[in-house]
């Protein structure tokens, strides 16, 4: 059983700089699919980015080109490298997890694990 524990969430100024990590236990590999989805308090939950286990990426549109999806498989660690923080960025972001093959050009995959969030608060 794949667990999932975030960190790296905060407050911070709009225009700043946060980075998050997901760190998996149990039985994860590099097998694995990642994403990270976030979810602002009265809106649905969206998939911020996504990298597949060959290592390409997707990005939502809102956030492309000032965030960063990586995985550091020596350290077994996803990251979420997040620049130029807006206000609407606000919201609980979350580390997901597959084994089912997900790759960049599906629309959505089906994730079967998930972390328990770290909080995201950019101050305008």
């Known amino acids: 059983q794949v667990q999932l524990v975030e960190s790296g969430g905060g407050s911070v100024q709009a225009g700043g700089s946060l980075r998050l990590s997901c760190v998996p236990s149990?039985?994860?590999?590099?097998?694995?699919?990642m994403a990270w989805f976030r979810q602002a308090p009265g809106k649905e939950r969206e998939e911020v980015a996504r990298?597949?286990?060959?290592?390409?990426?997707r990005y939502a549109d809102s956030v492309k080109g000032r965030f960063t999806i990586s995985k550091d498989n020596a350290k077994n660690t996803l990251y979420l490298q997040m620049n130029s923080l807006k206000p609407e960025d606000t919201a609980m972001y979350y580390c997901a997890a597959t084994s089912f093959w997900c790759p960049t050009y599906f629309s959505s995959c089906t994730w079967t694990t998930w972390g328990q969030g770290t909080q995201v608060t950019v101050l305008s």
């Open positions: 149990g039985n994860a590999d590099n097998g694995y699919s």
């Open positions: 990298i597949p286990v060959k290592m390409n990426t």
